[in-house]
């Protein structure tokens, strides 16, 4: 089993360290051309994205993976529930955007592309999931990053074009963003049979526990960026967001993991695990040592200077990166996996470490501004990465039969 999910991972790596490459470029390019402060509106534009859209899948993205492990995806009419859910989706998606948006001051390009990104998402996510239930992990991938790559390529356009009109920006990649939706729509329906069996509703109900653990997530991940926002300002958050870029390259491996090994976790043996982990060991440390040695000299390279002044947090993001390459491991498993009373015990676990953590990076950025946000996120994945390894314990070494 081992060697199959050393195939599937080094194949998904592959793909998402490809796709992944433009974003910082994207970032990057976008750092350079636009002031700091409509860098850090396109930042929060990102954030909002980023934080909505998977809210609004309720968890039902990892329901029909956790179902679809022990039942073929083409045997269940799987689109009703994902067409049911995008409508509901898009509805909160429709009053809440404009609220955000009110409330920063942003503006109406801003709320037109937050809408249409989300909404495509929403679709890409949830049909690119049917496909990864069918095995195919990298068609799946493929169809969730292309957009990614587009985006992209529109950026170095106006780039080239010396154009840095922030608005203009924002309309054309909402209107980007609703024809790829469209098209992954037809093309799903196309490429995966639908069957007549009914998804039992106990699936869709069993995805609400991971809405709650994904509302955690993404407190934890992107509440940071809202905090640093209201209290210090959107120029502080592009700054952050624009050193953060280091980030993404942990967040490859991160994600290739989690991509993996949750839909297969049920096969994996201890054996397997400690591949897992020797594996995220040694790839996040490497990682971690080149930024520590190159990374000042390479950021202020990328930004042509701009961002210099807050390269001290370099050290602080690359340890952040390194302890996430740790937790996800025991996070895809217990969701894969786990019986419900364990799952239970780790949603009950992290929704009490974001009840101390919302406040904690309050204080945090308060006394210590960027880098007292890049410790809190430190500490909590850390936390996390404890208690997940624990329960690994208990399934692995203690009673894995019950769990």
């Given at each position: 089993m081992i060697n199959k999910y050393l195939v599937k991972y080094r194949n998904v790596t592959v793909l998402i360290m490809l796709s992944a490459a433009f974003g910082p470029v994207r970032n990057v390019i976008l750092g350079r051309?636009?002031?700091?402060?409509?860098?850090?509106?396109?930042?929060?534009?990102?954030?909002?994205?980023g934080m909505l859209y998977p809210l609004l899948l309720f968890g039902q993205q990892r329901g029909s993976i956790r179902f679809f492990i022990k039942?073929?995806?083409?045997?269940?009419?799987?689109?009703?529930?994902?067409?049911?859910?995008?409508?509901?989706?898009?509805?909160?998606?429709?009053?809440?955007?404009?609220?955000?948006?009110?409330?920063?001051?942003v503006g109406y390009p801003f709320l037109y592309f937050c809408i249409c990104a989300i909404t495509s998402s929403l679709i890409t996510e949830l049909l690119a999931n049917i496909v990864r239930s069918s095995g195919k992990y990298e068609l799946a991938l493929l169809l969730q990053r292309s957009v990614r790559?587009?985006?992209?390529?529109?950026?170095?356009?106006?780039?080239?074009?010396?154009?840095?009109?922030?608005?203009?920006?924002?309309?054309?990649?909402?209107?980007?963003?609703?024809?790829?939706?469209?098209?992954?729509?037809?093309?799903?329906?196309?490429?995966?049979n639908l069957g007549i069996k009914k998804v039992p509703t106990s699936s869709q109900k069993e995805g609400l526990y991971f809405s709650v653990m994904d509302v955690i997530t993404l407190v934890n991940a992107y509440g940071i960026n809202l905090i640093i926002a209201g209290i210090l300002s959107l120029d502080?958050?592009?700054?952050?967001?624009?050193?953060?870029?280091?980030?993404?390259?942990?967040?490859?491996?991160?994600?290739?993991?989690?991509?993996?090994?949750?839909?297969?976790?049920?096969?994996?043996?201890k054996k397997g695990l400690i591949v897992i982990i020797v594996?995220?060991?040694?790839?996040?440390?490497?990682?971690?040592?080149?930024?520590?040695?190159?990374?000042?000299?390479?950021?202020?390279?990328?930004?042509?200077?701009?961002?210099?002044?807050?390269?001290?947090?370099?050290?602080?993001?690359?340890?952040?990166?390194?302890?996430?390459?740790?937790?996800?491991?025991?996070?895809?498993?217990?969701?894969?996996?786990?019986?419900?009373?364990?799952?239970?015990?780790?949603?009950?676990?992290?929704?009490?470490l974001t009840l101390l953590f919302i406040p904690g990076s309050i204080l945090s950025i308060l006394y210590s501004g960027l880098k007292g946000a890049a410790c809190a996120l430190i500490i909590l994945y850390a936390l996390r990465s404890?208690?997940?390894?624990?329960?690994?314990?208990?399934?692995?070494?203690?009673?894995?039969?019950?769990?």
């Open positions: 051309m636009l002031s700091i402060s409509d860098f850090g509106v396109y930042s929060l534009s990102l954030t909002v994205v039942n073929s995806v083409t045997d269940y009419d799987w689109k009703r529930p994902i067409m049911i859910l995008l409508y509901i989706a898009v509805l909160i998606s429709c009053i809440s955007v404009p609220i955000i948006s009110w409330y920063y001051d790559i587009i985006i992209a390529i529109i950026v170095v356009i106006f780039f080239l074009s010396d154009l840095s009109i922030l608005s203009s920006m924002f309309y054309i990649f909402g209107t980007t963003h609703i024809f790829y939706g469209v098209f992954i729509y037809y093309y799903v329906n196309k490429k995966i502080y958050l592009g700054i952050f967001f624009a050193v953060c870029i280091i980030l993404r390259v942990y967040e490859t491996f991160v994600q290739s993991t989690d991509f993996v090994v949750m839909p297969s976790s049920g096969d994996l043996d594996k995220n060991l040694i790839i996040g440390a490497l990682i971690s040592l080149f930024f520590i040695v190159f990374g000042e000299s390479l950021l202020s390279l990328i930004y042509a200077q701009k961002y210099d002044e807050y390269l001290y947090l370099i050290p602080y993001i690359c340890l952040v990166g390194f302890v996430k390459m740790m937790d996800v491991i025991p996070s895809s498993i217990v969701g894969g996996v786990s019986k419900k009373r364990v799952l239970k015990q780790y949603v009950f676990f992290n929704i009490a404890i208690f997940g390894f624990g329960i690994l314990y208990r399934i692995y070494e203690l009673e894995k039969e019950g769990y």
